[in-house]
């Protein structure tokens, strides 16, 4: 933009990004840590959570108008 004025959509846009990726991070890094700490168990106990597709998980369907 030339005014460097950002829209409201655009501001959505980018709060939505934050909220996929950060949801993301968090995720898989749990994920991952959970993964280590049930691999260290006497019996080899292998627990993993499931995959999700973060934008389902972490982002509202858009509104309809």
């Not at 709060?15 to 260290?40: C, D, H, P, T, W």
Request: charged share 20%; net charge neutral; aromatic share 12%.
């Amino acid at each position: 933009m030339v005014s460097g004025e950002e829209t409201e959509e655009q501001k959505t846009h980018y709060f939505n990004l934050v909220r996929y990726n950060g949801g993301s991070i968090l995720y898989s890094s749990a994920r991952e840590y959970l993964k280590l700490v049930a691999s260290r168990f006497p019996l080899g106990i292998g627990f993993q959570l499931p995959t999700v597709s973060p934008k389902d998980a972490f982002i509202p369907p858009a509104k309809e108008s």
